[in-house]
């Protein structure tokens, strides 16, 4: 007895460890807790209850006249051709870029064991300027655009044109770094151009797996158009903002409605098309089955991409010249001439740093909440044939389907403005997209540690907590922290419904044109964005290990 009271006195070696890591944390959040003004039982009071049930009460019966459901499709299909117009001029963009920047295809590379330091330099600094320009939200450059071009689909197709053409030409460099890359090395060796080695040596490779993530990415450009239409830049977003403000309850009921059916039929589209190209792909052994039965390889895809692309333009009344004309871009010198030299008074910054501190707040706190709302959800939307399994993913898909800022234009007006609303945005939208990816990696764990305890007669709960959460820990920890990668961005733009952070003070200082104290703010949004993508990405790799 003695023996064992003594072994029951043995310190746990893990124990300090774990204690220092939780006081770190109980150190990081508290403080966080109150920037973020984090005060859940403002839910239950009752004249947040009451606002919120009277603008609730509104959506009931959705507006079903033909003359509304008939506007709706039509801001729906703008919706579609903005993201298709945006993706084009992407492309156009970042298939130069990706030339220039890909090491792959430099010539002063070939024949030597180092690439010269200028190269070198020049092609890191390129790689740098595409990270800066994707750190900048969709909708800031929306707010911009606005500003120079006026309301309508013209600033959201700029706006995805220079956001998504420099996270499509960072992506593309990787894809194409991460191929064999002898081909188009002998085909400049023997003095073809870059262009040339790209189409004839790299593009083959790689074509499936460049055009799997191009209709992905334009799967977020159809999300994306929908929130930039809340400032100004037309479709659903404009439509359901313009509907929110005059508390048009039935309205913003089938606007959602139609923009939850437009994002799954996006979804699906998506989905439909990548499986598509992984089976016609270079890898897949059956390629020349999939073209011979008419697959994404034959021409009527290519058809019909270019038809959804002419239509696009066509249907928006713009053109590439427009946009790019010189005129346009005299426009738009003259109007970023407005932002320099950035404002850096005092006062200013110290705004600046309690909105930025506001914002990480929101992601930080927002990411929490959903990651454990959403390990929740995930257990039993992740056990098949069972009663709950149906009701929580229909709960994940309409969660994830709302995006963040339409969540927070709706907690608005029952929290009212502040960080408070965002971080709630951020944390019903997150628990969807966690949700999902965590009962999916449930579903996906070996069972065998799980069945050794079930055979051993432990109780569910026994066998989730010692079997099943610590297998799968390391993989939502990883999804968490790529979540707030994406949260950061979030919550930097939730500010213009109200919503507080840097995003609130960007949208004021643009509304009284104070361009100088705007571009103050966008370089400290960008900052924070990076920040947060390199802690992200640290720690993931450490899980990783």
Request: charge should be positive; proline fraction near 5%.
């Amino acid at each position: 007895m003695a023996r064992a009271s003594d072994a029951l006195r043995i310190p746990d070696p893990a124990a300090p460890v774990r204690l220092l890591a939780l006081a770190i944390f109980v150190a990081v959040v508290a403080p966080l807790l109150v920037v973020a003004q984090f005060r859940p039982w403002v839910l239950v009071d009752p004249s947040s209850l009451g606002a919120l049930r009277q603008f609730v009460a509104g959506f009931f019966p959705p507006l079903l006249a033909p003359e509304f459901l008939w506007e709706t499709l039509h801001a729906a299909w703008v919706t579609v051709a903005i993201a298709t117009a945006g993706l084009t001029i992407a492309l156009l963009f970042a298939i130069p870029l990706a030339l220039m920047a890909t090491r792959q295809l430099s010539v002063s590379s070939i024949g030597r064991d180092r690439m010269g330091v200028l190269p070198r330099a020049a092609r890191a600094g390129l790689r740098a300027l595409l990270v800066s320009v994707r750190s900048v939200p969709e909708l800031v450059l929306a707010l911009l655009f606005v500003r120079v071009f006026g309301l309508g689909p013209a600033a959201g197709v700029l706006a995805i044109g220079i956001a998504y053409g420099a996270m499509l030409a960072k992506v593309f460099c990787d894809i194409v770094e991460s191929n064999d890359g002898q081909a188009a090395s002998a085909l400049l060796a023997n003095g073809a151009g870059r262009l040339s080695a790209f189409v004839y040596g790299t593009l083959p490779q790689c074509l499936a797996e460049l055009s799997s993530y191009l209709i992905y990415r334009w799967e977020c450009a159809v999300r994306a158009s929908v929130v930039m239409g809340f400032v100004g830049a037309g479709g659903l977003g404009q439509a359901t903002d313009t509907a929110m403000k005059m508390m048009a309850g039935n309205e913003v009921a089938t606007l959602l409605l139609a923009f939850m059916a437009l994002v799954f039929l996006a979804d699906l589209v998506s989905a439909f098309v990548r499986r598509r190209l992984e089976a016609g792909g270079p890898r897949s052994k059956r390629r020349a089955s999939a073209t011979a039965r008419g697959g994404l390889s034959g021409g009527w895809f290519a058809a019909a991409l270019l038809a959804l692309v002419v239509a696009s333009f066509v249907s928006l009344r713009l053109s590439l010249g427009d946009l790019l004309s010189l005129d346009a871009l005299a426009d738009m010198g003259r109007f970023v001439r407005g932002f320099v030299p950035p404002d850096v008074a005092p006062r200013l910054l110290e705004r600046i740093g309690t909105g930025a501190l506001e914002t990480i707040a929101m992601s930080l706190i927002g990411t929490l909440i959903a990651t454990l709302t959403g390990v929740l959800i995930a257990l039993p939307a992740s056990r098949r044939n069972t009663p709950g399994h149906a009701i929580a993913r229909l709960i994940l898909n309409f969660l994830r389907a709302v995006p963040e800022l339409v969540w927070a234009a709706i907690l608005v007006i029952a929290v009212g403005l502040g960080p408070f609303a965002g971080t709630l945005a951020l944390a019903l939208h997150t628990t969807g997209v966690l949700g999902r990816l965590f009962a999916d990696t449930l579903e996906n764990l070996p069972p065998g540690p799980a069945d050794a305890l079930r055979d051993n007669g432990a109780s569910p709960g026994a066998i989730f907590f010692y079997a099943r959460l610590p297998q799968a820990i390391p993989q939502f920890l990883s999804y968490a922290l790529y979540r707030w990668e994406n949260n950061i961005r979030a919550a930097t733009v939730l500010g213009v419904v109200g919503a507080g952070g840097l995003g609130q003070m960007l949208y004021f200082s643009l509304s009284l044109f104070q361009m100088r104290q705007a571009a103050s703010i966008i370089v400290a949004m960008i900052a924070i964005v990076l920040a947060v993508d390199a802690l992200s990405h640290g720690l993931r790799a450490r899980l990783g290990r």
